[in-house]
């Protein structure tokens, strides 16, 4: 016990900075239980904020009074689907395109066929009309596949511009040469009614096999030759269809 007075008696000064560590590592201590108090509170908080998500998701609290934006959606994505398709039937009913840029009727053509597959797609997923009752998702499908349509119909057709007739052989192309060539003389006022018709024949003639040409493209290609003609009149001048020769 002596020995014990004896030193703290003899190191009394001790006392103070002992104090001071004391006072530190106490403050400290209260430092670091506010901010983790903190962020419990946070944690806390944000569990509480989730909750209210979740619950809010799974009630209807107020009724909608606005209109629902879905015609409106619909009406946009219908002028952007028929748009594209438009683009395509310039190409699907017209010969002269179809000469010149021949893989865009051409089903075996990669892009070409990835076309044709996304056109079906939307097609499929189109609603009767704009105030057709759908959900936004699938609104929101549908959406998606007319984007689809477009990106598929702009690669396929970047790429029948670029190819052009490159993938026939010379003497398939030295014949869409020759058809384009007729094809001019068949829609020219100034040839002939003869020339015109024997022209219209040969065009004929020169992309069978080659070109895959609707049934429709050829009603037109038919009703314009038919205008170059003499009003109910064949190149032989005996009445009758413009074109005395069946369609294969």
Known sequence: MNDILHFLGSY???????????A?????????????????????????ELRSVRMDAGQDPQPITRPSPLPDQLTKIFATHDAITARWLEYELDVA????????????????????????????????????????????EYRGAVTDYEV????????????????????ERKR????????AVALDQSATPAERQVAYRRVRDEV??????????????????ALQLEPGRT???????ASAEPRP
């Open 97 to 140: 395109r179809l000469i010149a840029f021949p893989t865009m009727s051409d089903g075996r053509q990669d892009l070409t066929a990835a076309f044709l597959r996304a056109k079906k797609v939307a097609d499929s997923l189109r609603p009767a009309s704009a105030d057709a009752k759908v959900t936004p998702d699938a609104v929101s």
């Open 152 to 171: 598929a119909f702009d690669l396929a057709e970047r790429d029948a511009r670029r190819v052009r007739d490159s993938q026939f052989s010379a003497t």
């Open 12 to 22: 009394w000064w001790l006392a103070f900075p002992l104090a001071g560590i004391g």
């Open 235 to 241: 190149a032989a001048g005996e009445r009758g269809p």
């Open 24 to 48: 530190g590592a106490f403050r400290r201590f209260e430092h670091l239980s506010a901010e983790r108090h903190k962020r419990r509170l946070e944690v806390i908080k944000a569990k509480g």
């Open 176 to 183: 869409l040469a020759t058809a384009q060539q007729l094809l």
């Open 208 to 225: 069978d096999g080659l070109l895959s040409i609707s049934d429709e493209a050829v009603d037109l290609l038919e009703q314009k030759v």
